[in-house]
T-cell receptor, first 114, second 115 residues
Framework: AQTVTQSQPEMSVQEAETVTLSCTYD???????LFWYKQPPSRQMILVIR????KQQNATENRFSVNFQKAAKSFSLKISDSQLGDAAMYFC???????????WGAGTKLIIKP | NAGVTQTPKFQVLKTGQSMTLQCAQD?????MSWYRQDPGMGLRLIHY???????DQGEVPNGYNVSRSTTEDFPLRLLSAAPSQTSVYFC??????????????FGEGSRLTVL
C-alpha cells in the first residue's frame, strides 16, 4: 500500500528561526505530486506548497521551501523566519493513487515560541 | 468569495439518528469529496464525485451516503449515526483537470459528536 509518514507529531521553534518538518512516502509510481497543507486553529486546510516528482528543482514559496529527495522518498518542508501565524498542523500528502486521490500523513503540530 | 461552504459547523447526535452535512461550492469545480479527520491520523476519504450524477467510494465509505444532483452541491448523509462516526468532516473540491495535481479547496469543517 502507498503510504505517507510524518514522524514528528509535534515540533517547536523560536520565532524568526528556521524549522524543518519531515515527510517520507512509499510508492512505486514514477509520476506524482507531493504537497504540504497547513491547518491553522480555524481548521480550514490551505495548500502551502506543491512539488512535481519529475522536477528536480525544489519548490519554493516565499519563506517556505521543500527538500525533495526522490531516491530517498523524502519530502521535507523548511520554514524560514518563522512567524507566530505559522503555528498550525502541517500535513504532507501525495497524489500517488491511481485514481488521483490524495494520501495523507498524520500531521505535525508546529508551535512557534515568541 | 464563498469558496467551499459547509453546514453545520457543529452537531451533536444520539446513536441511531440520521443527519445530512451540507457542502456547496461556487467555483464550478467538477470534483468534490468528503474526508473525515480523526486525532493522530491523516485525512481519510469517505466519498467523492467527479461530476453531477457520478459518485464513488473512498477509503471509509461505510455508514455514509452521498449524491450529486448539481455541480454545486455534495451532501453527506449519515444513515444511522454511531459513536465511531464522531469526527471532524471536511468537504473539498477541485477542477477535474487538477485532480492529479491535488490542489484541493477545503471547507472549514464540521465537528460531529455522536453520543
Amino acid at each position: 500500500a502507498q503510504t505517507v509518514t510524518q514522524s514528528q507529531p509535534e515540533m517547536s521553534v523560536q520565532e524568526a528561526e528556521t524549522v524543518t518538518l519531515s515527510c517520507t512516502y512509499d510508492t512505486s509510481e514514477s509520476d506524482y505530486y507531493l504537497f504540504w497543507y497547513k491547518q491553522p486553529p480555524s481548521r480550514q486546510m490551505i495548500l502551502v506548497i506543491r512539488q512535481e516528482a519529475y522536477k528536480q528543482q525544489n519548490a519554493t514559496e516565499n519563506r517556505f521551501s521543500v527538500n525533495f529527495q526522490k531516491a530517498a522518498k523524502s519530502f521535507s518542508l523548511k520554514i524560514s523566519d518563522s512567524q507566530l501565524g505559522d503555528a498550525a498542523m502541517y500535513f504532507c500528502a501525495s497524489s500517488m493513487d491511481s485514481n488521483y486521490q490524495l494520501i495523507w500523513g498524520a500531521g505535525t503540530k508546529l508551535i512557534i515560541k515568541p | 468569495n464563498a469558496g467551499v461552504t459547509q453546514t453545520p459547523k457543529f452537531q451533536v447526535l444520539k446513536t441511531g439518528q440520521s443527519m445530512t452535512l451540507q457542502c456547496a461550492q461556487d467555483m464550478n469545480h467538477e470534483y468534490m469529496s468528503w474526508y473525515r479527520q480523526d486525532p493522530g491520523m491523516g485525512l481519510r476519504l469517505i466519498h467523492y464525485s467527479v461530476g453531477a450524477g457520478i459518485t464513488d467510494q473512498g477509503e471509509v465509505p461505510n455508514g455514509y451516503n452521498v449524491s450529486r444532483s448539481t455541480t454545486e452541491d455534495f451532501p453527506l448523509r449519515l444513515l444511522s449515526a454511531a459513536p465511531s462516526q464522531t469526527s471532524v468532516y471536511f468537504c473539498a473540491s477541485s477542477y477535474s483537470g487538477a485532480l492529479n495535481t491535488g490542489e484541493l479547496f477545503f471547507g472549514e469543517g464540521s465537528r460531529l459528536t455522536v453520543l
